[in-house]
């Protein structure tokens, strides 16, 4: 059954008493996927700088192909959506969803001729093609999100979704990593460099085609999958009854416009930190991928754990206890599981008292929780001003200490893309989905932010200092948190 787009002025009225878990977990399950294949780029970026002997700078078009699409799609959306009207309100929701997971699919699909061919270019422009895929995905599936019920708990129903697809940026460094490095990497022929001498891994593993290109025609099949599931769910319909309406109207809202350059922000720090993080805990501490990439779990894990917390945080209850106890049950177990996957995958090496220092930050993390009240806004402006310092005692410092302060970042990473985009989406009406659209536009920050970091480390020898970079882009968030939100027009 097809939907429409963006939020009826009375749209809480009728979702009060329905319930949407069905839909909801449907559409957590594309959350899941999309998690999972966006943090695959940590992987790749690795794999690929030593494939085609990249710079810094070089390794992280990466990101730049990949979210570069973010912003282009969204582009060609918001301009069908001035002179035409929304898509999605003509398509619905269901249809936009359908069409991102196909563009998904091919993308995937097109990493076999590009290992194929060795082609540093056409890695890039299968990853822009898959890029285009969770564009539509995006602007159709977070505001579904929002609107499945009540718009005062709208944040902590799109951190649940979120949470979930933390928990696909959690262990695609662990599976992602033993599939390309490792399972995959002694299939087929071992590639050769320049030199015609065998490329290998940190660990002296050699690498192959097939290890990148087995892995994505299996996320291209799942994708399909996923479409199939959608198409024979009923999902639920909003209808509109206000006038879908051409212009660019959603931009007379500041609180949105001020959204935009938040989320360019919020996902360029967290994707430029994430990217870096496995050659950055070599050249920190020498660490090799493999033993790295457990580490870098913990990054994206740590925005898994907080994201959960951050659905039962900012989500309605009487009884306070309850929510205090509830987030402290979820905290310790999602950090276990974090812990065995990490343990398991590891050959049953990895000793818990090398993760313990995470302990502390978890505990900072639960404080954070509490300063914010329940309060999407002054949560976020918390947790900004907490990475804001966590990066410069990274700076400052070196050895363990700067690799569990720049790791300790995604548990406070956990609650910003949730919380900034239902605050920028507050009260838009009939221009929901266009401003949806425009947030979704704004991805284009992991875009530069990374290249942007990239090039400071090759110009400064390393990436230690070059995390100032991202302190930017947290000041601002603090300030959108602070300030920035708060829902009026421009004229007013």
């Known amino acids: 059954m097809a939907t429409t787009g963006s939020v009826p002025g009375n749209v809480n009225a009728y979702n009060a008493d329905k319930n949407y878990t069905v839909s909801l977990t449907v559409l957590t399950s594309l959350f899941f996927m999309w998690g999972f294949i966006t943090c695959m780029n940590d992987i790749l970026i690795p794999f690929l700088k030593k494939i085609f002997e990249l710079n810094r700078a070089e390794s992280m078009l990466v990101q730049f192909a990949f979210f570069s699409a973010y912003f282009i799609g969204s582009v060609i959306y918001f301009f069908i959506s001035s002179q035409k009207g929304?898509?999605?309100?003509?398509?619905?929701?269901?249809?936009?969803?359908?069409?991102?997971?196909?563009?998904?699919?091919?993308?995937?699909?097109?990493?076999?001729?590009?290992?194929?061919?060795?082609?540093?270019?056409?890695?890039?422009?299968?990853?822009?093609?898959?890029?285009?895929?969770?564009?539509?995905?995006?602007?159709?599936?977070?505001?579904?999100?929002?609107?499945?019920?009540?718009?005062?708990?709208?944040?902590?129903?799109?951190?649940?979704?979120?949470?979930?697809?933390?928990?696909?940026?959690?262990?695609?460094?662990?599976?992602?990593?033993?599939?390309?490095?490792?399972?995959?990497?002694?299939?087929?022929?071992?590639?050769?460099?320049?030199?015609?001498?065998?490329?290998?891994?940190d660990t002296g593993m050699p690498m192959s085609a097939i290890g990148v290109q087995l892995p994505y025609v299996i996320?291209?099949?799942?994708?399909?999958?996923?479409?199939?599931?959608?198409k024979a769910t009923k999902l639920p319909v909003f209808t509109n009854e206000e006038k879908i309406e051409k212009g660019a109207g959603a931009l007379q809202y500041s609180h949105l416009v001020f959204g935009m350059v938040a989320i360019?922000?919020?996902?360029?720090?967290?994707?430029?930190?994430?990217?870096?993080?496995?050659?950055?805990?070599?050249?920190?501490?020498?660490?090799?991928?493999?033993?790295?990439?457990?580490?870098?779990?913990?990054?994206?894990?740590?925005?898994?754990?907080?994201?959960?917390?951050?659905?039962?945080?900012?989500?309605?209850?009487?009884?306070?206890?309850?929510r205090i106890f509830m987030m402290l049950g979820i905290s310790v177990v999602t950090y276990l599981i974090i812990y065995f996957a990490v343990y398991i995958e590891s050959g049953f090496i990895f000793e818990f008292k090398r993760i313990l220092p995470f302990s502390i930050f978890l505990v900072l993390n639960?404080?954070?929780?509490?300063?914010?009240?329940?309060?999407?806004?002054?949560?976020?402006?918390?947790?900004?001003?907490?990475?804001?310092?966590?990066?410069?005692?990274?700076?400052?410092t070196g050895g363990n200490v700067a690799m569990w302060t720049v790791l300790s970042i995604g548990l406070f990473n956990s609650i910003m893309w949730s919380n900034i985009f239902t605050l920028a989406i507050k009260d838009l009406g009939k221009y929901t989905a266009q401003g949806s659209s425009l947030l979704v536009m704004s991805i284009l920050g992991g875009a530069i932010i990374p290249v942007i970091q990239g090039y400071v480390a090759d110009q400064i020898g390393g990436y230690h200092y070059s995390f100032f970079v991202p302190i930017i882009c947290y000041i601002y968030l603090a300030w959108y948190g602070y300030k920035g939100h708060i829902v009026k027009k421009w004229k007013e």
């Not at 996320?219 to 959608?230: C, E, G, K, P, S």
């Not at 660490?287 to 994201?307: D, H, N, Q, T, V």
């Not at 300063?371 to 976020?380: E, I, V, Y």
Request: proline share 3%; charged share 10%.
């Open 366 to 396: 639960l404080i954070a929780f509490r300063l914010g009240r329940a309060n999407a806004a002054r949560t976020l402006s918390i947790f900004s001003l907490v990475v804001i310092i966590l990066l410069v005692i990274t700076i400052l």
């Open 86 to 201: 929304d898509p999605i309100e003509k398509i619905g929701y269901k249809n936009g969803l359908l069409i991102g997971l196909f563009i998904s699919a091919l993308g995937c699909f097109l990493f076999y001729p590009a290992a194929e061919v060795k082609s540093y270019g056409f890695f890039l422009g299968a990853l822009f093609i898959l890029g285009l895929g969770f564009t539509m995905l995006q602007i159709a599936a977070n505001p579904y999100v929002a609107i499945l019920g009540p718009a005062k708990t709208a944040s902590s129903r799109l951190n649940l979704s979120q949470a979930f697809n933390s928990f696909g940026t959690t262990i695609a460094p662990i599976v992602g990593g033993y599939l390309v490095f490792h399972y995959f990497a002694t299939w087929g022929q071992p590639l050769l460099n320049k030199l015609g001498e065998v490329i290998t891994t």
């Open 264 to 322: 360019f922000m919020y996902v360029g720090g967290e994707v430029s930190i994430g990217s870096l993080l496995i050659n950055y805990i070599y050249e920190l501490l020498g660490l090799p991928e493999m033993e790295a990439k457990s580490f870098l779990a913990f990054y994206w894990g740590g925005a898994m754990i907080g994201r959960f917390l951050g659905a039962i945080s900012l989500r309605e209850t009487s009884n306070e206890i309850r």
């Open 219 to 230: 996320f291209a099949v799942i994708f399909l999958l996923l479409a199939v599931l959608i």
